[in-house]
């Protein structure tokens, strides 16, 4: 067992800002993250709106900047998945699948998980022209029409990738419009390979082998069967919180509450990113709310919150 001033859980964007900010501050502090730094990260194409690189940058290169740039400051990052958090008098443990950390302060970071869309078919071609992860598997369907689930940042910014592999992208948005942003929508609707299907909602996923087609439910209530070689879903997120249900109250969507300073209704523990509730569930929201966590640890621990 290991005691520490501060445990980190999470090594995305804001567990990454939380670990510079508290090195800063020269906690002790330990980060544990269960992937690689930089989290679903590692997985984007391309960033463009994180500030001080005004030409984007790749996603996986992101990551291992921020982890860099805190380990300049000496944090220490582990690599092990937190499977419980626990209060112990006035600390906390945090247990992985390799030790456990003990500290007066915890910052929670955890970030979400994709949502399914709970569909026949989904979990059955999973890894069969079922993906949500355009930059691991576009290649798969070079040449072949995909169908794209979801309106919001992830979905528009998938298929512009996809579109230069894919034969053809059909976005498929249950609503009347998107929810992502602005300029991703204006590149979407103007590339001549992608098509969208407004207030359409994916009923389900059929195929032999792989996936061979959509079953689509329209506004007028009909279905029709769509052709495509692969579908990605981008149905919204799940916040990672539910082994922190027993310690912390959460919202219905399993977001964690939180005030100004990003503290929770727990003395010493923090939230941070898009695990808390009314985030914006942006990488620049995400890093600030990482910074703000780990300053306001630093003067939980100073003693100023007293």
Not at 52 to 74: N, S
Not at 121 to 142: I, L, N
Not at 178 to 183: H, K, L, Q, R, Y
Request: proline share 4%; with cysteine.
């Amino acid at each position: 067992m290991a005691d520490v001033e501060l445990v980190i859980i999470g090594g995305g964007v804001a567990g990454l800002s939380a670990g510079l900010y508290a090195a800063w501050h020269k906690l002790d502090a330990v980060l544990l993250e269960r992937m690689g730094t930089g989290g679903q990260l590692i997985n984007v194409d391309a960033v463009e709106n994180f500030p001080g690189f005004p030409g984007g940058i790749k996603g996986y290169e992101l990551g291992p900047k921020l982890a860099e740039q805190a380990m300049d400051l000496d944090l220490r990052i582990e690599y092990g998945e937190a499977t419980s958090l626990r209060a112990e008098g006035r600390r906390y443990a945090v247990e992985t699948d390799g030790e456990t950390f003990r500290a007066r302060t915890v910052i929670i970071a955890v970030g979400s998980t994709l949502a399914k869309l709970g569909v026949p078919g989904e979990e059955e071609f999973e890894g069969r022209g079922v993906s949500s992860c355009a930059v691991c598997d576009a290649e798969f369907f070079r040449d072949q029409p995909v169908v794209v689930a979801g309106g919001g940042d992830s979905a528009l910014d998938e298929s512009l990738y996809l579109a230069e592999i894919a034969a053809s992208v059909t976005i498929l948005v249950r609503d009347g419009a998107f929810d992502g942003a602005a300029v991703l929508a204006e590149r979407v609707q103007a590339h001549p390979k992608i098509s969208v299907q407004w207030q359409t909602a994916i009923k389900a996923i059929e195929g032999g082998e792989t996936v061979a087609s959509v079953r689509a439910r329209g506004a007028d209530g009909g279905e029709r069967a769509i052709p495509c070689g692969g579908v990605f879903v981008y149905a919204g997120l799940t916040p990672n919180t539910s082994i922190f249900a027993d310690l912390l109250p959460l919202d219905p969507a399993g977001h964690i509450p939180v005030d100004a300073w990003m503290r929770t209704a727990r003395s010493g523990v923090f939230a941070a990113g898009d695990i808390r509730q009314h985030s914006a569930r942006q990488l620049v929201t995400c890093a600030g709310d990482g910074a703000t966590a780990a300053i306001g640890a630093a003067r939980f621990l100073s003693g100023e919150e007293r």
